[in-house]
Each structure stands twice: as C-alpha cells, then as structure tokens.
C-alpha cells in the first residue's frame, strides 16, 4: 500500500482592483481597444517580480482565477459582468507593453471603441 502527499497550493483573490478609461488614453499600449486583467501576487518584491513575469501559472490562473473574478463581478458588479461575460481571455507575455515581456496579463477577444477595463487581481 503507498501512501502519497500532494502539495496542492491554492490560489485566494485577495483585491480587485478595476479601472475604465477610454482607448484613446492608452496610446502606446498594444491591443489598446481590449480589455485586460493583470494577476499580481501579494507581497511579492519587485526582485521576484522581474525574476518571475516570464513563468508565471497563466493556464492555473484561467482555470482557477478567471471564474472566480466572474463570480465576483456578478454578484458585485452586474454592469460590468454584462460587459464581460462572453469575453474570451488569452495569455498575452507582452500584454501592457509591446517593447519587452514586462507586463504580463490577459487580454480579452472584443475589441472596444467605447471603454475598456484594466482589471488588476492581487492573489495570495
């Protein structure tokens, strides 16, 4: 008989942060008319954040982090959930910044002419 431990690390949103502004403002950013979601672990230094941006868990956070902000939104946020409910989310390395791989996120599949959403989620 084996008797085997898995250490199975799971992920709390502990903030959420949203933030609606107009295309136009966001004029050097790449995918500028898309809504985006940043992931940003709690109190993790600018040290391990430079390290850490280019492996971060994306495929773990759509699965567990994504449904989660959905839930949130339509119990709390019912306009917004509406805005965002059909979106489909894509891992983007580059996805505030088109020059280098520092801002990581998602980027959502409808393109917006009126205002977009900056989603920030800080986990634990």
Do not use: A
């Not at 136009?24 to 940003?40: C, L």
């Not at 567990?64 to 509406?82: G, R």
């Not at 390395?93 to 009126?114: A, H, L, T, V, Y």
Request: glycine residues 4%; proline residues 6%; contains cysteine.
């Amino acid at each position: 008989m084996y008797c085997i431990f898995v250490k199975i690390k799971i992920m709390k949103i502990s903030e959420i942060q949203l933030n609606s502004e107009s295309p136009y403002k966001r004029s050097g950013e790449p995918q500028k008319n898309y809504d985006k979601i940043y992931i940003w672990i709690e109190n993790e230094t600018i040290w391990e954040n430079m390290e850490n941006r280019r492996n971060r868990p994306h495929t773990t956070y759509k699965k567990e982090i994504l449904p989660k902000l959905m839930e949130h939104l339509e119990m709390n946020f019912p306009k917004v959930y509406e805005h965002l409910k059909n979106v489909k989310w894509g891992w983007s390395q580059s996805c505030g910044c088109s020059m280098c791989p520092c801002s990581p996120g998602f980027i959502g599949n409808e393109k917006r002419f009126d205002e977009v959403l900056d989603i920030h989620i800080t986990i634990k």
